[in-house]
């Protein structure tokens, strides 16, 4: 990522906004996925993690990686007793390397 800084876009959620101005987000984001879908050279991802309320248990990262309409990886890592925004990180670690070890990415 450090390398190509320019071929990486993160798009963060807004914090609650009223009904027009969802629709309005919907409607970017929808015209964000179709460009995305139509390059062959482009892959993108989409990434969550999870917490458990348990602390016993441990917090979980996974990643979903496309190119055009297909997906072609799914992942899904154990990422330790960490805090929330560590599992969500490491998350998207995990799709960034994934994606730049893709051939033309």
Same mark, same amino acid.
């Given at each position: 990522?450090?390398?190509?800084?320019?071929?990486? +876009?993160?798009?963060?959620?807004?914090?609650?906004? @009223?009904?027009?101005?969802? @629709?309005?987000r919907?409607?970017?984001?929808?015209?964000?996925?179709?460009?995305? #879908?139509?390059?062959?050279?482009?892959?993108?991802?989409?990434?969550? &993690?999870?917490?458990?309320?348990?602390?016993?248990? /441990?917090?979980?990262?996974? *990643? +979903?990686?496309? #190119?055009?309409?297909?997906?072609?990886? #799914?992942?899904?890592?154990? &990422?330790?007793?960490?805090?929330?925004?560590?599992? @969500?990180?490491f *998350? +998207?670690?995990? &799709? +960034?390397?994934? &994606?730049?070890? /893709?051939?033309?990415?």
């Amino acid at each position: 990522m450090d390398r190509f800084p320019d071929q990486v +876009i993160f798009d963060n959620c807004c914090p609650l906004l @009223e009904q027009d101005a969802l @629709e309005a987000r919907e409607r970017d984001l929808f015209t964000i996925l179709r460009n995305v #879908r139509l390059s062959d050279d482009t892959v993108y991802c989409s990434v969550d &993690a999870s917490l458990p309320d348990n602390t016993q248990h /441990q917090a979980v990262s996974a *990643a +979903i990686l496309y #190119r055009e309409f297909e997906e072609f990886n #799914r992942v899904r890592h154990v &990422a330790g007793r960490v805090t929330a925004p560590d599992a @969500e990180l490491f *998350a +998207i670690h995990s &799709a +960034i390397t994934l &994606a730049t070890q /893709q051939d033309n990415c």
